[in-house]
């Protein structure tokens, strides 16, 4: 199976940038679809982005398309998410996760295995 372990989490102001890493190991990351979710404080876990297998397809939620790009390097085993222009309502806990299904997941239950989180908060 496939250990994840999420980076680059922090404060920033409104407006502002961060970029996530999530590095996989134990098995390559190529072998899955991937995703980032994010959890709020008194809110469930959401959905946020997902990339396929090769990097053909991806896929953002209202919430933050335009503002976020997910992509990946399966040579690094590694995932990122680019975020830009940072509101306030970002703030969370963002988890990836990976997908080991024939298609690329949207849902929590989609997901096969996690990360432990990376905190990003957005002061105003």
């Known amino acids: 199976q496939v250990q994840l372990v999420e980076s680059g989490g922090g404060l920033v102001q409104a407006g502002g940038s961060l970029r996530l890493s999530c590095a996989a190991s134990g098995r390559p990351l190529s072998s899955y679809h991937m995703g980032w979710f994010r959890q709020a404080p008194g809110k469930e876990r959401e959905w946020v982005a997902s990339i396929t297998r090769s990097s053909g397809g991806t896929y953002y939620s209202n919430a933050v398309n335009g503002r976020v790009t997910i992509s990946r390097d399966n040579a690094k085993n590694t995932m990122y998410l680019q975020m830009n222009s940072l509101k306030p309502e970002d703030t969370a806990v963002y988890y990836c996760?990976?997908?080991?299904?024939?298609?690329?997941?949207?849902?929590?239950?989609?997901?096969?295995?996690w990360g432990q989180g990376t905190q990003v908060t957005v002061s105003s």
């Open positions: 996760a990976a997908d080991s299904g024939a298609a690329v997941g949207f849902t929590l239950n989609e997901y096969d295995y």
